[in-house]
C-alpha cells in the first residue's frame, strides 16, 4: 500500500475507500487494540497491514463473501510429509471455489507447461509395482496425472474404500500444516454490520 500511496493516491482510495491521512488518523485509535509484540517464534504482522486487509474486506462487498455466509480470502496450499508448505497461492476472493482457484494458478500452467520438476516413476516401497508422483487433491480438483483424489460414488468395492481411507490418511499432512499455522496466527472472520460502527468492530475483529 506504500508503494500505490507514493505512485497512485486515487487508487489507495479506490482500494482501502479512504485517503492516507484518513488511514493513519484510524491506525492510531486502533493501534493499542490490534498491536501484536514479536516473539521467539515469528514476527508478528504490523497493525498497518491488519488494518489494511480488514479495510479491503469493508471495500469489496459481496467480492469475497464465501458460501458460508462469512468474508474470507482463500490460501491453497501444498505441503510436504513433513508440514512443510512448498507452495502458497493466497489472496483470491471467498466466492470463487478451491477448483476455479487452482484452474487460474502459476503452478497450474508451470505443471502443465513442464517448466516444473517432477521426479519420475519410481518403484513403491515393498512393491514391484512403479508409479508417478502426483498430488493429492479432494473433491473440488479434476483428476489429472499428476493429482489423485478419492472415489466419490456411493457403493464402493472394498479395494476402493481402502484407497480411499489411505488417501485420507495423507491428506491429513496437509491439514496438520495448517493447523501448525493456525496455532501462530488467528484466522476469525468479519462481518461488519454498519459504517457507523466500523471502529467498534475493528477492535472486536484484532482482539484476541
Known amino acids: 500500500m506504500r508503494e500505490i500511496n507514493d505512485e497512485d493516491e486515487n487508487l ?3 482500494t482501502l475507500r ?13 493501534k493499542p487494540f490490534i498491536q501484536k509484540k514479536n516473539t521467539c517464534w515469528r514476527n508478528c504482522i504490523g497493525p498497518a497491514e491488519r488494518l489494511q486487509v480488514t479495510l479491503r474486506y469493508l ?9 458460508k455466509g462469512d468474508h474470507s480470502i482463500i490460501l491453497m496450499a501444498i505441503a510436504d510429509a513433513y508440514n512443510r508448505f512448498i507452495y502458497v497461492d493466497v489472496g483470491v476472493n471467498g466466492r470463487v471455489g478451491d477448483g476455479g482457484v487452482w484452474l487460474h ?3 497450474k500452467y508451470a505443471i502443465e507447461g513442464k517448466r516444473v520438476h517432477i521426479p519420475l516413476p519410481r518403484t513403491l516401497s515393498q512393491s514391484d509395482r512403479v508409479s508417478s508422483f502426483t498430488f493429492i487433491a479432494d473433491d473440488a480438483f479434476s483428476l489429472t496425472d499428476y493429482m489423485i483424489k478419492r472415489y466419490s460414488h456411493t ?7 481402502n484407497f480411499n481411507y489411505m488417501l485420507s490418511t495423507n491428506r491429513r499432512v496437509v491439514e496438520s500444516a495448517v493447523g501448525i499455522l493456525n496455532r501462530q496466527i488467528v484466522f476469525k472472520s468479519f462481518s461488519p454490520q454498519c459504517a457507523g460502527h466500523q471502529l467498534k468492530q475493528l477492535k472486536s475483529f484484532w482482539h484476541a
Not at 479512504?18 to 486502533?30: A, D, N, R, S, Y
Not at 469489496?60 to 458460501?67: A, D, K, L, Q, R
Not at 457403493?155 to 474404500?161: R, V
Open 12 to 14: 489507495y482510495i479506490l
Open 18 to 30: 479512504m485517503t492516507p491521512h484518513q488511514f493513519g488518523q484510524l491506525l492510531e485509535k486502533v
Open 59 to 67: 471495500a469489496t462487498g459481496s467480492t469475497y463473501f464465501n458460501y
Open 105 to 107: 494458478s502459476d503452478l
Open 155 to 161: 457403493n464402493l468395492t472394498p479395494a476402493q474404500y
